[in-house]
């Protein structure tokens, strides 16, 4: 049972990423999802979740309008498209399952990581 998070690289200011969370061992089916970063001595933060069934995302203030939050059960992933990418994008980026709901704001399943750096 695990979540494995990829598609983090290296990217220009402006540029685009698509961060993938697979499952393995569950089905995403009935769980939030959130993304979540951490940015090299700062806190981390949440960016994104999506309901289970897709109808509620929300963002991060910093986020809005250049992230969009997307699943797709039939292959048990979760997607965070990255357009307008800025430096302070840069951070390691975490998919985790929701505890009860993404309004809960708390992770219990987490994945691995991957790293976003943004920079010319």
């Known amino acids: 049972v695990q979540l494995q998070a990829s598609g983090g690289g290296l990217v220009q200011p402006g540029g685009s990423l698509r961060l993938s969370c697979a499952a393995s061992?569950?089905?995403?089916?009935?769980?939030?999802i959130g993304w979540l970063r951490q940015a090299p001595g700062k806190e981390r933060e949440g960016v994104s979740c999506?309901?289970?069934?897709?109808?509620?995302?929300n963002y991060a203030d910093s986020v809005k309008g250049r992230f969009t939050i997307s699943r797709d059960n039939a292959k048990n992933t979760v997607y965070l498209q990255m357009n307008s990418l800025k430096p302070e994008d840069t951070a390691v980026y975490y998919c985790?399952?929701?505890?009860?709901?993404?309004?809960?704001?708390?992770?219990?399943?987490w994945g691995q990581g991957t790293l976003v750096t943004v920079s010319s």
């Open positions: 985790a399952t929701a505890l009860y709901s993404c309004s809960s704001q708390k992770y219990e399943l």
């Open positions: 999506i309901s289970g069934g897709a109808d509620i995302t």
């Open positions: 061992g569950f089905s995403l089916d009935y769980y939030g």
